[in-house]
């Protein structure tokens, strides 16, 4: 209800037509809490808002993030709620071993570096997550089952630790340089759809892997990224079978084939070439993390947990192929042209051609690249689409 939480309203735009930022406060455990919510313009979609939330690393707030992340500028165009935490500071060990006093989310990442000898209080961050979502469903017309979140660093295990301890608010999440640590680790009441990336120049997963740079192409990052990867496959039920996704700068492993009596869900691991301990935004790196984490979480990736498919229509083979798919149009597109479109896992169109005017047509691996895809054919005013892989 809405009595039931303090919402202070520092700011917020008087018309409607502009985006709103708000920061409020709430009390939880007898301690005020901040966050930033950002409303976009115009009324909300039918349905409901859709709402993302971004946490953010060591030493940042909600503030920071708020600027830097693009999650806002995505939530405007896209029309959804953004919502964007602080968390309390505490006494941790830094990694020369030094006392800092430094804004921590409480999760294994907290619990494993704290000062022990002053016996802190760490309060309970999944509480305040839950008590921010009782405020936001109370407050605005969101959709309860578009509940997202993303994070960074210390804010990505902290994501993690809420895809394992809150699958009953968040249908997914994506989360940059942290992963998921033992302490946070659990079988969840229902599994999450997860996206974990990393950069190769990260300091801090090079000091914590034994290499550097993190090896980029081929599979030979599974050499020492293997375990937390088993980590979360574990947790979510997924056998360790994966398909590859393969981009200049970009390295994909997918795993969406769950184990006997486990339901369907999709795990994937991104290797980002030349990226730092940072959070992707098109600025300090050639990727906006908001722009694909949002397709992954909005279901417009092609890698939803569906066989590839034929149908009457389209057909597509061999899939998967190491050289040539064939893609077979069926004998009722008579006298219609055919448009094709071929989409990386990021949605981002790699192939296309036009007015096609016969039943059979060559999609080549020198042409697409190596990795799952999506084959969109466009004959007249219907669309028919399959899922192909080039290995």
């Not at 071993?97 to 990442?109: E, R």
């Not at 605005?140 to 993690?160: Q, Y």
């Not at 942290?178 to 680790?185: I, V």
């Amino acid at each position: 209800m809405k009595g039931s939480f303090l919402l202070i309203l520092l700011f917020q735009s008087v018309m409607s037509f502009a985006q709103q930022k708000i920061v409020a406060k709430i009390k939880v455990d007898s301690v005020d809490r901040e966050f930033i919510v950002v409303k976009p313009s115009g009324a909300a979609p039918v349905g409901g808002y859709p709402v993302v939330f971004m946490f953010h690393g060591t030493s940042g707030d909600g503030e920071k993030f708020y600027n830097i992340s693009g999650w806002k500028e995505k939530g405007e165009a896209e029309k959804f709620i953004t919502i964007f935490p602080s968390s309390l500071a505490y006494c941790v060990l830094n990694e020369a071993g030094q006392k800092i006093y430094t804004t921590k989310w409480n999760c294994a990442d907290l619990v494993e570096n704290q000062c022990k000898d002053l016996n802190q209080d760490l309060k309970d961050d999944v509480k305040f997550v839950r008590k921010m979502v009782d405020t936001i469903k109370a407050t605005f017309n969101v959709n309860p089952k578009k509940f997202f979140a993303s994070g960074f660093s210390n804010g990505s295990v902290f994501t993690f630790k809420l895809a394992m301890d809150a699958p009953d608010i968040f249908e997914a999440v994506a989360t940059a340089s942290g992963p998921l640590l033992s302490l946070d680790s659990l079988k969840p009441a229902k599994t999450v759809r997860i996206w974990n990336t990393l950069g190769t120049d990260d300091p801090l997963f090079e000091d914590y892997l034994g290499v550097s740079p993190l090896p980029f192409g081929g599979d030979s990052i599974l050499t020492y990224y293997n375990s937390l990867i088993n980590r979360v496959l574990g947790c979510e039920g997924l056998s360790n079978n994966y398909n590859k996704f393969y981009s200049p700068i970009t390295n994909t492993f997918v795993y969406q084939t769950p184990l006997a009596g486990n339901p369907n869900t999709i795990y994937m691991f991104t290797l980002m070439k030349g990226l730092t301990h940072e959070y992707p935004n098109g600025v300090n790196y050639p990727i906006v993390g908001a722009d694909i984490f949002w397709n992954f979480f909005n279901k417009t990736l092609i890698l939803e947990n569906s066989d590839i498919s034929t149908n009457s229509i389209l057909k597509c083979y061999p899939n998967p192929s190491q050289n040539e798919i064939y893609l077979e149009f069926g004998s009722s597109v008579e006298g219609e042209s055919v448009d094709i479109q071929v989409v990386d896992v990021f949605g981002k169109l790699v192939f296309s051609q036009k007015n096609i005017n016969h039943h059979l047509f060559i999609l080549k691996k020198e042409s697409i690249g190596i990795g799952v895809f999506g084959v969109k054919c466009t004959i007249g005013n219907k669309v028919f689409s399959n899922k192909i892989i080039f290995n």
